[in-house]
Protein backbone atom coordinates (compact mmCIF):
# COMPACT_ATOMS: atom_id res chain seq x y z
CA UNK A 1 0.00 0.00 0.00
CA UNK A 2 2.88 2.73 1.06
CA UNK A 3 4.82 1.71 -2.24
CA UNK A 4 1.39 1.79 -4.18
CA UNK A 5 1.32 5.39 -2.75
CA UNK A 6 5.03 6.40 -2.96
CA UNK A 7 4.58 5.97 -6.83
CA UNK A 8 1.49 7.68 -7.34
CA UNK A 9 3.05 10.78 -5.40
CA UNK A 10 6.09 10.48 -7.28
CA UNK A 11 4.34 10.40 -10.86
CA UNK A 12 2.40 13.65 -9.61
CA UNK A 13 5.80 15.51 -8.63
CA UNK A 14 7.03 14.67 -12.00
CA UNK A 15 3.99 15.69 -13.98
CA UNK A 16 4.11 18.84 -12.02
CA UNK A 17 8.27 19.21 -13.15
CA UNK A 18 7.06 18.83 -16.75
CA UNK A 19 4.47 21.21 -16.66
CA UNK A 20 6.44 23.40 -14.76
CA UNK A 21 8.68 23.12 -17.80
CA UNK A 22 6.63 23.35 -20.42
CA UNK A 23 5.59 26.67 -19.05
CA UNK A 24 9.00 27.81 -18.88
CA UNK A 25 9.90 26.86 -22.35
CA UNK A 26 6.71 28.65 -23.39
CA UNK A 27 7.26 31.88 -21.88
CA UNK A 28 10.81 31.72 -23.13
CA UNK A 29 9.57 31.10 -26.72
CA UNK A 30 6.96 33.79 -26.09
CA UNK A 31 9.24 36.31 -25.25
CA UNK A 32 11.81 35.63 -27.94
CA UNK A 33 9.08 36.02 -30.58
CA UNK A 34 8.25 39.73 -28.90
CA UNK A 35 11.75 40.36 -28.89
CA UNK A 36 12.43 39.24 -32.35
CA UNK A 37 8.50 41.30 -33.54
CA UNK A 38 9.70 44.32 -31.62
CA UNK A 39 13.15 44.57 -32.89
CA UNK A 40 12.19 43.96 -36.66
CA UNK A 41 9.38 46.87 -36.28
CA UNK A 42 12.76 49.32 -34.80
CA UNK A 43 14.44 48.59 -38.25
CA UNK A 44 11.33 49.00 -40.26
CA UNK A 45 11.01 52.37 -38.19
CA UNK A 46 14.54 52.91 -38.93
CA UNK A 47 14.48 52.68 -43.01
CA UNK A 48 12.57 54.95 -45.30
CA UNK A 49 12.71 52.44 -48.03
CA UNK A 50 9.65 52.34 -51.13
CA UNK A 51 11.44 49.58 -53.01
CA UNK A 52 8.81 48.12 -54.91
CA UNK A 53 8.61 44.17 -54.26
CA UNK A 54 5.95 41.41 -53.91
CA UNK A 55 6.27 39.57 -57.29
CA UNK A 56 7.64 42.22 -59.23
CA UNK A 57 10.42 39.71 -61.02
CA UNK A 58 9.96 36.54 -63.19
CA UNK A 59 12.81 34.46 -62.51
CA UNK A 60 13.02 30.59 -63.69
CA UNK A 61 15.72 29.60 -61.71
CA UNK A 62 16.13 25.88 -60.37
CA UNK A 63 15.52 25.31 -57.24
CA UNK A 64 19.08 24.12 -55.53
CA UNK A 65 19.54 22.19 -52.61
CA UNK A 66 20.55 23.27 -49.00
CA UNK A 67 24.08 21.95 -49.74
CA UNK A 68 25.25 23.99 -53.02
CA UNK A 69 23.47 26.83 -54.66
CA UNK A 70 24.17 30.57 -56.79
CA UNK A 71 22.26 33.31 -56.10
CA UNK A 72 22.53 36.60 -58.35
CA UNK A 73 23.21 39.55 -56.36
CA UNK A 74 22.43 42.70 -58.11
CA UNK A 75 22.86 46.43 -57.00
CA UNK A 76 20.87 49.53 -58.11
CA UNK A 77 20.01 52.83 -57.26
CA UNK A 78 16.76 53.41 -59.00
CA UNK A 79 14.49 51.64 -56.26
CA UNK A 80 12.93 49.01 -58.72
CA UNK A 81 12.48 51.66 -61.88
CA UNK A 82 11.50 49.82 -64.68
CA UNK A 83 14.58 50.43 -67.05
CA UNK A 84 16.84 51.02 -65.16
CA UNK A 85 20.29 49.12 -65.45
CA UNK A 86 21.79 46.94 -62.66
CA UNK A 87 24.95 49.14 -61.41
CA UNK A 88 26.89 46.01 -59.53
CA UNK A 89 26.21 42.16 -60.41
CA UNK A 90 27.73 39.20 -58.27
CA UNK A 91 27.25 35.65 -58.31
CA UNK A 92 26.75 34.19 -54.65
CA UNK A 93 28.20 30.70 -54.48
CA UNK A 94 28.03 28.29 -51.36
CA UNK A 95 29.08 24.74 -51.43
CA UNK A 96 28.00 23.17 -48.07
CA UNK A 97 30.71 20.25 -48.44
CA UNK A 98 33.28 23.07 -48.77
CA UNK A 99 32.22 25.12 -46.36
CA UNK A 100 33.20 27.71 -48.54
CA UNK A 101 30.93 30.53 -49.64
CA UNK A 102 32.95 32.79 -53.16
CA UNK A 103 32.11 35.74 -55.14
CA UNK A 104 31.99 36.22 -58.96
CA UNK A 105 32.00 40.21 -59.77
CA UNK A 106 30.88 40.24 -63.34
CA UNK A 107 31.92 43.90 -64.62
CA UNK A 108 28.97 45.28 -65.96
CA UNK A 109 30.85 46.77 -69.21
CA UNK A 110 30.97 43.51 -69.85
CA UNK A 111 30.25 43.19 -73.73
CA UNK A 112 27.86 39.91 -74.02
CA UNK A 113 25.06 38.36 -76.42
CA UNK A 114 21.95 39.28 -74.82
CA UNK A 115 19.23 36.54 -75.69
CA UNK A 116 16.62 38.46 -77.86
CA UNK A 117 18.49 41.88 -78.00
CA UNK A 118 21.76 41.19 -79.34
CA UNK A 119 24.91 42.01 -78.07
CA UNK A 120 25.38 44.75 -75.23
CA UNK A 121 26.75 45.68 -72.14
CA UNK A 122 25.62 43.04 -69.27
CA UNK A 123 24.36 45.20 -67.11
CA UNK A 124 21.54 46.18 -70.18
CA UNK A 125 20.19 42.84 -69.23
CA UNK A 126 18.22 43.93 -66.06
CA UNK A 127 16.70 46.96 -68.00
CA UNK A 128 15.87 45.13 -70.84
CA UNK A 129 14.33 42.14 -68.76
CA UNK A 130 15.03 41.97 -65.24
CA UNK A 131 16.88 39.29 -63.17
CA UNK A 132 15.14 36.52 -65.49
CA UNK A 133 16.94 38.02 -68.25
CA UNK A 134 20.18 38.31 -66.39
CA UNK A 135 20.33 35.14 -65.50
CA UNK A 136 19.48 33.74 -69.72
CA UNK A 137 22.49 36.18 -70.32
CA UNK A 138 24.52 34.58 -67.73
CA UNK A 139 23.61 31.11 -68.49
CA UNK A 140 24.66 31.34 -72.45
CA UNK A 141 27.50 33.29 -71.55
CA UNK A 142 29.31 32.12 -68.87
CA UNK A 143 28.02 28.52 -68.63
CA UNK A 144 26.26 29.25 -65.08
CA UNK A 145 22.98 28.12 -63.71
CA UNK A 146 21.61 30.69 -61.14
CA UNK A 147 19.01 29.48 -58.57
CA UNK A 148 18.07 32.06 -57.20
CA UNK A 149 18.10 36.08 -57.25
CA UNK A 150 18.60 39.15 -54.79
CA UNK A 151 17.83 42.71 -55.80
CA UNK A 152 19.36 45.03 -53.50
CA UNK A 153 18.72 49.10 -53.78
CA UNK A 154 21.69 50.76 -52.32
CA UNK A 155 19.58 53.44 -51.09
CA UNK A 156 19.76 51.38 -48.25
CA UNK A 157 23.22 50.43 -47.67
CA UNK A 158 24.09 53.41 -45.52
CA UNK A 159 21.70 52.25 -42.64
CA UNK A 160 22.70 48.44 -42.97
CA UNK A 161 26.81 49.34 -42.47
CA UNK A 162 25.85 51.47 -39.66
CA UNK A 163 23.54 48.55 -38.02
CA UNK A 164 26.54 45.87 -38.41
CA UNK A 165 29.65 48.04 -37.64
CA UNK A 166 28.37 51.09 -35.30
CA UNK A 167 31.90 52.08 -35.26
CA UNK A 168 32.80 51.77 -38.99
CA UNK A 169 34.92 50.11 -40.99
CA UNK A 170 38.50 50.53 -41.68
CA UNK A 171 39.80 50.62 -45.01
CA UNK A 172 42.99 52.24 -46.90
CA UNK A 173 42.46 55.21 -49.09
CA UNK A 174 44.88 55.27 -51.75
CA UNK A 175 43.82 57.98 -53.61
CA UNK A 176 41.65 61.09 -53.13
CA UNK A 177 37.97 60.45 -54.07
CA UNK A 178 34.97 62.97 -54.83
CA UNK A 179 33.65 63.31 -58.65
CA UNK A 180 30.90 61.56 -58.58
CA UNK A 181 30.26 60.57 -55.28
CA UNK A 182 28.95 63.78 -53.14
CA UNK A 183 31.86 64.07 -50.43
CA UNK A 184 35.26 64.32 -50.48
CA UNK A 185 37.57 61.04 -48.90
CA UNK A 186 40.93 61.76 -48.19
CA UNK A 187 44.02 59.59 -48.66
CA UNK A 188 44.97 56.73 -45.79
CA UNK A 189 43.87 54.62 -43.28
CA UNK A 190 40.24 55.74 -41.90
CA UNK A 191 37.33 54.29 -40.33
CA UNK A 192 34.51 54.84 -42.60
CA UNK A 193 30.41 55.26 -41.78
CA UNK A 194 27.75 54.67 -44.07
CA UNK A 195 27.71 57.38 -46.34
CA UNK A 196 31.34 57.17 -46.49
CA UNK A 197 31.45 53.62 -47.35
CA UNK A 198 28.77 53.92 -49.47
CA UNK A 199 31.26 56.73 -52.06
CA UNK A 200 33.90 54.42 -51.08
CA UNK A 201 32.38 51.64 -52.89
CA UNK A 202 30.93 53.62 -55.73
CA UNK A 203 33.97 56.12 -56.63
CA UNK A 204 35.47 54.67 -60.30
CA UNK A 205 36.73 57.80 -61.58
CA UNK A 206 40.30 56.89 -60.82
CA UNK A 207 42.96 54.99 -63.31
CA UNK A 208 41.48 51.58 -62.27
CA UNK A 209 38.05 53.04 -63.29
CA UNK A 210 35.29 50.53 -62.63
CA UNK A 211 38.09 47.83 -61.96
CA UNK A 212 39.06 49.31 -58.96
CA UNK A 213 35.25 50.01 -57.98
CA UNK A 214 34.73 46.22 -57.80
CA UNK A 215 37.84 45.50 -56.03
CA UNK A 216 36.73 48.06 -53.13
CA UNK A 217 32.84 46.31 -53.34
CA UNK A 218 35.10 43.04 -52.76
CA UNK A 219 36.49 44.22 -49.88
CA UNK A 220 33.84 45.79 -47.91
CA UNK A 221 31.51 43.26 -48.42
CA UNK A 222 34.54 40.82 -47.16
CA UNK A 223 34.54 42.82 -43.81
CA UNK A 224 30.91 43.41 -43.19
CA UNK A 225 30.14 39.64 -43.51
CA UNK A 226 33.15 39.68 -40.66
CA UNK A 227 31.15 42.39 -38.83
CA UNK A 228 27.87 40.23 -39.31
CA UNK A 229 28.99 37.22 -37.79
CA UNK A 230 29.99 39.22 -34.51
CA UNK A 231 28.32 38.28 -31.33
CA UNK A 232 27.31 41.96 -31.34
CA UNK A 233 25.61 41.82 -34.60
CA UNK A 234 23.73 38.71 -34.28
CA UNK A 235 21.88 40.07 -31.35
CA UNK A 236 20.69 42.85 -33.67
CA UNK A 237 19.87 40.30 -36.44
CA UNK A 238 15.56 40.72 -36.13
CA UNK A 239 16.47 44.67 -36.10
CA UNK A 240 18.58 44.33 -39.24
CA UNK A 241 16.65 42.30 -41.12
CA UNK A 242 13.73 44.66 -39.89
CA UNK A 243 16.01 47.83 -41.80
CA UNK A 244 17.27 45.49 -44.60
CA UNK A 245 13.99 44.29 -46.10
CA UNK A 246 12.65 47.28 -47.99
CA UNK A 247 15.11 47.59 -49.58
CA UNK A 248 15.87 43.94 -51.09
CA UNK A 249 13.21 41.75 -53.23
CA UNK A 250 14.37 38.01 -53.24
CA UNK A 251 13.15 34.87 -54.07
CA UNK A 252 15.69 32.96 -51.94
CA UNK A 253 13.78 30.40 -49.69
CA UNK A 254 13.66 31.41 -45.66
CA UNK A 255 15.08 27.97 -44.72
CA UNK A 256 18.01 28.30 -47.23
CA UNK A 257 18.79 31.41 -45.15
CA UNK A 258 18.46 29.47 -41.51
CA UNK A 259 20.43 26.81 -42.83
CA UNK A 260 23.53 28.91 -44.37
CA UNK A 261 24.05 31.49 -41.69
CA UNK A 262 23.56 28.01 -39.07
CA UNK A 263 27.21 27.20 -41.05
CA UNK A 264 28.02 30.56 -40.25
CA UNK A 265 27.19 31.13 -36.55
CA UNK A 266 28.89 27.84 -36.16
CA UNK A 267 32.31 28.68 -37.34
CA UNK A 268 31.75 25.99 -40.37
CA UNK A 269 32.32 28.29 -43.52
CA UNK A 270 35.65 29.94 -44.72
CA UNK A 271 36.45 33.38 -44.98
CA UNK A 272 34.83 34.80 -48.46
CA UNK A 273 36.38 33.88 -51.39
CA UNK A 274 36.15 36.25 -54.29
CA UNK A 275 36.87 36.58 -58.73
CA UNK A 276 36.31 39.59 -60.86
CA UNK A 277 35.27 38.93 -64.15
CA UNK A 278 36.72 39.15 -66.80
CA UNK A 279 40.27 38.40 -65.47
CA UNK A 280 43.24 40.20 -66.46
CA UNK A 281 44.28 38.99 -69.70
CA UNK A 282 40.71 38.05 -71.00
CA UNK A 283 39.15 41.24 -72.34
CA UNK A 284 40.40 44.01 -74.47
CA UNK A 285 39.14 47.93 -74.10
CA UNK A 286 36.71 48.75 -76.90
CA UNK A 287 34.20 51.53 -78.04
CA UNK A 288 31.09 50.44 -79.52
CA UNK A 289 28.79 52.13 -81.66
CA UNK A 290 25.04 52.84 -79.29
CA UNK A 291 27.17 51.00 -76.81
CA UNK A 292 29.63 53.11 -75.71
CA UNK A 293 32.94 51.87 -73.51
CA UNK A 294 33.02 48.52 -73.28
CA UNK A 295 34.70 45.31 -72.63
CA UNK A 296 35.39 42.75 -75.45
CA UNK A 297 35.65 39.60 -73.38
CA UNK A 298 37.32 36.28 -74.08
CA UNK A 299 34.52 34.46 -73.40
CA UNK A 300 36.80 30.93 -73.09
CA UNK A 301 39.15 31.47 -70.94
CA UNK A 302 36.65 33.58 -68.46
CA UNK A 303 34.50 30.87 -69.23
CA UNK A 304 37.33 28.64 -67.60
CA UNK A 305 38.25 30.66 -65.06
CA UNK A 306 34.72 30.61 -63.30
CA UNK A 307 34.52 26.66 -63.07
CA UNK A 308 37.73 26.48 -62.04
CA UNK A 309 36.88 28.78 -59.36
CA UNK A 310 33.63 27.68 -58.52
CA UNK A 311 35.12 24.00 -58.54
Known sequence: MEQREHRKRHKQRKKKRMRRFFLFCSVVLIALAGYVFYQYQQGLAEADGDFQKDGQFEFNGKSANLDTMNVLLLGIDSRGEEHSRADTIMIAHYDKDNNQPKIVSLMRDSYVDIPGYGKNKINAAYAFGGPELLRKTIKENFGIDVNYYAVVDFKGFSKVVDTIAPNGIEVDINQRMSHGIGMTLEPGKQTLHGEELLGYVRFRHDSQSDFGRVQRQQEVLGKLTEEALSLQTIAKAPKLWGIIDPYVDTN?????????????????????????IPVDGAFINERVSGAGAVLRLDLEKNRQEIQTFLD
Open 252 to 276: VPPKTFVSIGKDFLLGSSNELDSLR
